[in-house]
């Protein structure tokens, strides 16, 4: 076996699994899987397998998940560039199905960087109700923005923000809360060899104590009567059951729910925990047994990664603590919502956010506030065949529709109010690459079909200029071929480019451009 394993890790995986271990050992001699997840804000599942170029197997824990074999690459398709899967290891699915996420829930991902799923819950959402993510890693939020304006996400929020902080703002104001938990990385082991590198026996101790914090933190944030799920890619029980267990004995509200797809999954493992730690011997027994209801995913059993889950149901008591907010969550999937116009572009290093992640400093005047929202309201109008729903927020001269009003993100680190629509300065307004990569062939005025066969697509994805004859731009409502026109490759949308004179000018963002041979 090439992968050299630490020498501490392989004592303990023995005494958890025993009869077992040859099996998980042997388990570390083939190669990862590999998959990808339809997104469904875009495409449905059964259109994406008619198109895929791949044979695409399914994953049976997610009904959109699809496993793709070594030589694939379908990171190197336009149909990537266009936002119509994701690429994920297939265990890293399961957590988000076991959130049973629905349309109009108000839903946190409260570890979400890189965005893989929370773009799988903006799927389920459905364009409704709220979705925030949030990473403390700055680095990390960048990518996540970019996933989930990649994938088309109207509805979601991205923050950058201590778990504490949310929580003040919103208190038992989420239906759903994933907490895919920062963790000593065990089951990537296969995976990522750079997580073997960086593991020694403190590890699972050291994630523990972050672990704990953020789990509870976590509950004062949900609902009554909402869900959490709690998940890692480790099997060390310390990050596991034993979190789970001290989490249930400090909140009485809780209970495990099993997974309903329990037969694909291995039960937690007790024993071990309850020999090895003393502060086992304080929980009692009906905990542990609960905690047993907790699931693993062990890469000598399944097709997939290591991974741990927990469904954590709160009964429905009320708490004893502050109401949570209330706030009317603006739908983005609301043809004829109202403009919420308002100058929020305020000083506020800690919230106001703009292109890239960077900090707008410097708040505009109410009138030149005013003259981008008019400049940004005649856009709407002469462009898009939709009016879209929320809240518009303006930060600098950056504009979002978002699904929150900005006072309920006032004093946090926005990375993302929302949407992002464009920049409006000088009395005009420039869309921005992420209304292009979320709207519809049918919300736009002016479309331009590309094939993803022809290799005009690939020229477009890598930012050169087209020939591209007028009859080729298709218009609506009586506008002519002149100007913004949205591009899309065998139906879905890319990006933008501005047409003029037999020219496609190209608006595809350098940073997104394609760079494979």
Request: glycine residues 10%.
């Amino acid at each position: 076996m090439a992968l050299q394993l630490p020498p501490a890790f392989e004592e303990r995986m023995k005494s958890l699994l025993q009869e077992q271990y040859d099996r998980f050992l042997a388990s570390y001699n083939h190669k990862p899987f590999s998959g990808l997840r339809v997104n469904t804000l875009k495409i449905s599942v059964e259109d994406m397998i008619t198109l895929s170029p791949w044979q695409l197997k399914p994953i049976p824990w997610c009904p959109t998940g699809f496993y793709t074999e070594t030589g694939d690459r379908p990171g190197r398709h336009p149909y990537y560039h266009a936002g119509l899967y994701y690429i994920q290891e297939p265990s890293a699915m399961a957590p988000v199905e076991l959130l049973d996420v629905q349309p109009g829930e108000r839903v946190l991902d409260l570890c979400a960087a890189p965005g893989g799923k929370s773009t799988q819950i903006a799927a389920k959402l459905k364009g409704q109700g709220l979705l925030v993510s949030n990473d403390l890693n700055a680095e990390r939020t960048k990518a996540l923005a970019k996933n989930l304006e990649l994938y088309g996400v109207r509805n979601g929020v991205v923050l950058q923000e201590h778990p504490d902080r949310i929580a003040g703002k919103f208190p038992y104001f989420f239906d759903k809360i994933l907490v895919d938990a920062p963790c000593s990385g065990e089951g990537m082991f296969r995976k990522d060899e750079d997580m073997v590198r960086q593991w020694n026996a403190d590890s699972p101790a050291k994630y523990a104590a972050m672990q704990r914090d953020i789990l509870r933190t976590a509950a004062g944030m949900l609902k009554p009567g909402g869900r959490m799920v709690y998940s890692t890619c480790t099997f060390s029980p310390e990050e596991n059951e034993a979190i789970i267990a001290e989490f249930l004995a400090e909140h009485e509200h809780f209970h495990v729910q099993a997974p309903v797809q329990s037969e694909l999954f291995a039960k937690g493992e007790t024993a071990f925990i309850r020999e090895h730690v003393n502060e086992a011997h304080s929980i009692p027994d009906e905990i542990w047994e609960q905690a047993e209801h907790t699931a693993r995913l062990w890469p000598h059993l399944i097709e997939g990664e290591g991974h741990f889950l927990a469904v954590l149901q709160h009964d429905g008591t009320e708490e004893e603590a502050p109401r949570h907010l209330e706030i009317t969550a603006g739908s983005q999937d609301t043809n004829g919502g109202r403009l919420h116009g308002r100058n929020d572009s305020r000083s506020d290093r800690s919230r106001s956010t703009g292109k890239k992640g960077k900090v707008s400093s410097k708040a505009p005047a109410a009138d030149q506030t005013s003259g981008q929202l008019e400049a940004y309201g005649e856009f709407i109008k002469s462009h898009l065949s939709f009016e879209p729903g929320g809240y518009t927020i303006v930060y600098g001269q950056h504009v979002y529709q978002s699904p929150l009003p900005s006072e309920a993100l006032d004093g946090l680190k926005v990375v993302r109010p929302g949407w992002y629509m464009g920049d409006a300065k000088n009395g005009r307004f420039v869309p921005a690459h992420p209304l292009a990569t979320a709207l519809h062939p049918h919300e736009f005025k002016r479309v331009l079909a590309l094939s993803s066969e022809s290799g005009e697509a690939v020229r477009y994805l890598k930012g050169e200029t087209l020939d591209v004859e007028a009859d080729r731009v298709t218009c609506y409502g009586g506008v002519m071929p002149k100007g913004y026109v949205l591009v899309c490759i065998d139906g879905y949308s890319a990006g933008f480019g501005k047409w003029q004179d037999g020219f496609l000018k190209n608006e595809y963002p350098a940073g997104w451009r394609w760079t494979s041979v």
